[in-house]
């Protein structure tokens, strides 16, 4: 008798392997074994490849008494999965957490754990926490892979013109480079592919890294770890690196203020250069936030800065599926592009309602998804970048204010471009749509 109940989606996938992070070998092997022997093991390798192939970065498990809901987060976006019966999904949490080295008969206080995985060649962290609910238990599984993506500026969204002035920026020297995103928008991202963009091999760039969270490697440029077991401050990291007097001290994250004033003395008596980063909804607003940080050096910030970029991330549109239309004149005068300029605009491919999808004859003929987005109508994402070049207006500026209004209606007067006026442009080249900008813009303003 044919058995007529499809297969989960766990079940459609090539597992992944697991790599629990214990230091010796016979009790990765041991742990491997018990894990294996519970019920959840196959449903867990399967799952996580599943959730991978999906190109999701977090997978969030809600179990109640009805059930274990699931939800992927795919290019910024939370979708909902069907769910797994009880049973199945504390079967997969037993042995994720087993996997992570937590307690999986513990489901009510927070827990947190990872593992590695391997799926084919990729590498990947799974990192798990857990924490029990009024209701039952909730999950979020995060999916990192282990690779940089070491794409160009240009892979990122970045425009042609835009490269050359940022490369430019990131190249000369005596000065302050700050690049900034909003949480959770891929500032890592673009700080690694900025960083592999500049000019390394000339130049000796050092990086300043808290022992507990290291940068992932970049070739040329060396890590000097502070924190931790190496029994240094930052402080002391920079003053051993300036004996070395490297070009670029690289900050990926802020570091006290005597240590960046440390660094900063060396931009006007060696010539060097900083470039650093932090979280901040736009270019103004980073530098605003730079200056927060060491109010002391206000000045010297003001006047040395060069170039803060600044990004958004929005869905690109899936080059298999996306649908040309003819902008209305009126429209692209709402959007400032001159008539004549853009004869095509895009939009995510849509399918009709179901019962709409019949052929000439009226039966039905469902449409086959699209196999590059699987009918999302986008895939993957892109940023959008604004570059700020302080003036002279502006640099005074912050010296007196942090008011976000006034510092940007000053930098716009000095012929800076916002996000907003980059956004269209994005449009413009067909790689996003005014939806999805709609919905990007909606979100944090
Ligand atoms: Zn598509």
Excluded at 81 to 90: H, V
Aim: hydrophobic letters at 40%.
């Amino acid at each position: 008798m044919a058995d007529q109940t499809p297969p989960q989606l766990w079940q459609t996938t090539t597992p992944v392997e697991f790599s629990p992070k214990l230091n010796d070998n016979t009790q990765v092997q041991a742990l491997l074994i018990s894990t294996r022997q519970g019920a959840g093991f196959e449903v867990a390798a399967g799952q996580v490849s599943h959730a991978i192939g999906s190109r999701a970065t977090q997978v969030l498990l809600d179990f109640t008494a009805a059930g274990c809901a699931m939800r992927y987060l795919i290019d910024g976006q939370w979708e909902q999965l069907p769910p797994l019966d009880r049973e199945t999904g504390d079967g997969m949490l037993f042995a994720l957490k087993q996997l992570c080295l937590l307690n999986p008969a513990d489901r009510r206080s927070a827990q947190s754990g990872s593992v590695d995985i391997k799926l084919k060649k990729a590498k990947f962290e799974l990192r798990l926490q857990s924490q029990g609910v009024p209701t039952g238990e909730r999950v979020l599984l995060r999916l990192e892979s282990n690779e940089v993506p070491f794409s160009t500026l240009g892979d990122l969204g970045m425009r042609d013109k835009m490269v050359s002035a940022f490369k430019a920026r990131l190249n000369d020297e005596a000065d302050i480079v700050l690049i900034t995103a909003p949480k959770s928008e891929g500032l890592t991202t673009t700080w690694n592919v900025s960083i592999n963009a500049a000019d390394r091999l000339v130049r000796d760039f050092q990086s300043f890294e808290d022992e507990a969270r290291p940068e992932p490697d970049i070739i040329n440029i060396t890590p000097n770890f502070y924190g931790g077991s190496t029994g240094l401050s930052a402080d002391e990291a920079v003053r051993k690196a300036i004996l070395k007097e490297p070009d670029v001290f690289l900050f990926p994250e802020l570091v006290d203020p005597e240590t960046f004033q440390r660094a900063a003395l060396q931009i006007d008596k060696a010539e060097k250069k900083i470039i650093t980063r932090v979280v901040a909804g736009g270019a103004v607003e980073g530098l605003v936030r730079l200056i927060a940080k060491y109010p002391d050096q206000r000045k010297s910030i003001a006047d040395k800065v060069s170039g803060v970029l600044g990004q958004r991330l929005v869905r690109r549109l899936c080059d298999n599926c996306k649908l040309g239309f003819q902008p209305p004149p009126q429209l692209l005068q709402q959007l400032g592009i001159p008539p004549g300029r853009v004869a095509m605009l895009y939009q995510p491919f849509v399918p009709p309602p179901i019962e709409q999808q019949v052929d000439e004859n009226g039966r039905p003929a469902p449409i086959t998804p699209c196999h590059n987005c699987q009918g999302r109508g986008y895939f993957g994402r892109i940023g959008i970048f604004e570059l700020l070049s302080p003036g002279p207006q502006l640099r005074d500026a912050l010296t007196k204010t942090q008011d976000l209004g006034r510092l940007n209606a000053i930098a716009k007067s000095e012929g800076f471009h916002g996000v907003q006026t980059e956004a269209v442009l994005t449009v413009a080249r067909g790689l996003t749509s005014l939806d999805e900008l709609k919905r990007a813009f909606a979100k944090k303003q």
